[in-house]
């Protein structure tokens, strides 16, 4: 399975963007999805996951700010954020996860930048 990220880019606090992970190679329907952000100065942080059925999880920091979906049909997952704080500021990736291989699978990230 291939992930390829977009969406990133420079936004003003206050403001949204929306991520977009595309997947080919493999049945997306039955993988479960996540984002996870990376900043320099932390660890790789988990932001959110939606299940294979639909079943959606969010990390404290993000909560009430962020949403993701998929569309099975594009074998696409989003991640829809708004009210966006400096702190958010990261390299944004995209995993896939096969329960029936138990396999992950990685995107190469998108860099999302929170400035004035």
């Known amino acids: 399975v291939q992930l390829v990220e977009s969406g990133g880019g420079l936004v003003q606090p206050g403001g949204s963007l929306r991520l977009s992970c595309a997947a080919s190679?493999?049945?997306?329907?039955?993988?479960?999805m996540a984002w996870y952000r990376q900043s320099p100065q932390n660890q790789r942080e988990w932001v959110a996951t939606?299940?294979?059925?639909?079943?959606?999880n969010y990390g404290d920091s993000v909560k009430g700010r962020f949403t993701i979906s998929r569309d099975n049909a594009k074998s696409t997952v989003y991640l829809q954020m708004h009210s966006l704080k400096p702190e958010d500021t990261a390299v944004y990736y995209c995993?896939?996860?096969?329960?029936?291989?138990?396999?992950?699978?990685w995107g190469q990230g998108t860099l999302v930048t929170v400035s004035s």
């Open positions: 939606i299940a294979s059925g639909g079943r959606t």
């Open positions: 190679g493999g049945i997306f329907s039955r993988l479960s």
């Open positions: 995993k896939g996860y096969d329960p029936r291989r138990s396999a992950d699978f």
